[in-house]
């Protein structure tokens, strides 16, 4: 369900962000916020929750899809909100009597046997009171609404005052996405709180299976791995604060080594610098294509600046004690490297020592009929024309136009004109070569 999710654009929720770090496309099911503690993540939501047209956040604009509505949710403040509230005022049965004037929601028999699923619990029924202002006699202190719950379990019937704080936060989660705001584009602050790590696991899982997220994001910040690993194919976002008044957004999955240090993403034994993303995607579908060495063996990030930052970096690296980081430079590369650091250094295939996008440009003119194959007949058309019209194009644009064209994925044309490459015999091996000086730059790291 999470990759039926992720291959449906929403009709609400935040389609992009610019920042210093780039531009990240956010336009999917969901995508998830990550960041150490005091990072910003919770002022990012209260942000859109307080202002749901802003358009900026602190140096970083932001672009969302119209009519967007947004709600910002904390487990933790909800909770012990509620159940403050109502341990001081309906904790005898007089003041349980007063529940019947307020309006009350039995939950259906599918969210009952999603609640039990997550859970692991019996709840034949709950029924749910929506306490949004006080009857007289009781008090006018608080004017924010907060709720009431009884459940039936075994049968005996048990009351909010009785329930965990886990199983009232489902309660009170449900609740909130599937009855009382099924418009809003969720804001879930770290959605792991209460839940041990299978209950976690399974509460994504049931997030994704209704169809009403289909058409509106959710949004999580989390420092659970669990989650992270559930929602690793949507987009991550790496906030870091840089001062009190200055966040940056980045791509996690550009920036591997913050993640890993959070503990969401298991560190790997080597990790390749390369020249930029397009970089890394050429190397991820070598690794993935050829199956001789796992892609668990190492992580990959891109340089800033490409092949000049490379060179930095490789100084410093002679200079270090570290000795798990390498370089890999694009073809166009070979024969320029440094003699100091080839003996820490790959370069990638590529034709005629193309760069890879260009490399890919080549593949797909070279054998269009090959590339065709692995679209469905309706698109041959839309792309015959893109490529016949763009036999002189500027290569560093080249898929992101032919995606704007066609309206297929960047990464769907990329993998595509790929095999195509890799679909000749004479470049199986160039690969199988090239993962042989991995193995042997490597040696016993992998």
Not at 114 to 121: E, K, P, Q, T
Request: glycine letters at 4%; aromatic letters at 14%; a negative charge.
């Amino acid at each position: 369900m999470k990759r039926r999710a992720l291959g449906i654009q929403p009709e609400k929720g935040i389609k992009s962000v610019l920042s210093r770090s780039g531009y990240l496309d956010l336009l999917a099911g969901s995508f998830v916020v990550v960041g150490i503690n005091g990072s910003g993540k919770t002022k990012f939501f209260k942000n859109f929750a307080e202002d749901s047209k802003s358009t900026e956040f602190f140096g970083n604009l932001i672009e969302s899809l119209p009519n967007s509505d947004f709600i910002y949710y904390s487990p933790s403040d909800r909770v012990v909100r509620n159940k403050d509230l109502c341990n001081t005022y309906f904790k005898t049965e007089d003041s349980l009597e007063e529940l019947e004037s307020y309006p009350s929601i039995v939950f259906s028999e599918e969210h009952l046997v999603r609640i039990n699923n997550v859970l692991g619990a019996k709840f034949e029924s709950v029924v749910l009171y929506n306490i949004e202002d006080f009857a007289p006699g009781v008090s006018a202190e608080y004017i924010e609404p907060f709720i009431f719950v009884k459940v039936q379990s075994d049968g005996v019937e048990r009351n909010i005052n009785q329930l965990s704080h886990g199983e009232l936060y489902l309660i009170d989660l449900f609740w909130q996405i599937f009855y009382f705001s099924n418009e809003h584009v969720f804001l879930l602050d770290e959605p792991e709180t209460y839940l041990y790590p299978k209950a976690q696991q399974r509460l994504i899982s049931c997030i994704f299976s209704m169809n009403n997220f289909l058409k509106r994001q959710i949004i999580f910040a989390t420092h659970s791995d669990v989650v992270v690993s559930e929602l690793y194919h949507f987009p991550i976002v790496y906030m870091t604060r840089e001062d009190s008044n200055k966040f940056l957004l980045s791509n996690a999955k550009e920036c591997h080594p913050q993640i890993m240090s959070l503990g969401l993403i298991s560190a790997k034994k080597a990790l390749f610098v390369c020249e930029d993303v397009k970089a890394i995607m050429f190397f991820e579908l070598i690794i993935k294509r050829n199956k001789t060495i796992s892609p668990d063996s190492f992580f990959y990030i891109s340089s800033k600046n490409g092949e000049s930052d490379l060179r930095k970096i490789g100084s410093s690296i002679k200079r270090s004690t570290y000795n798990n980081l390498y370089l890999c430079f694009d073809a166009d590369q070979e024969g320029l490297i440094e003699p100091a650091c080839l003996d820490i250094s790959v370069i990638l295939p590529g034709t005629n020592k193309l760069a890879p996008e260009k490399t890919l440009i080549h593949a797909i003119f070279n054998d269009m009929s090959k590339f065709l194959s692995f679209f469905e007949i309706k698109f041959h058309q839309v792309l015959t024309d893109f490529i016949v019209r763009e036999v002189d194009t500027n290569h560093h644009d080249f898929f992101k136009e032919f995606s704007d064209r066609t309206m297929i994925p960047q990464k769907t044309l990329w993998e595509a004109s790929f095999d195509t490459w890799f679909s000749q015999n004479e470049n199986k091996d160039i690969c199988s070569a090239f993962e042989s000086n991995i193995v042997k730059l490597l040696g016993d790291v992998i």
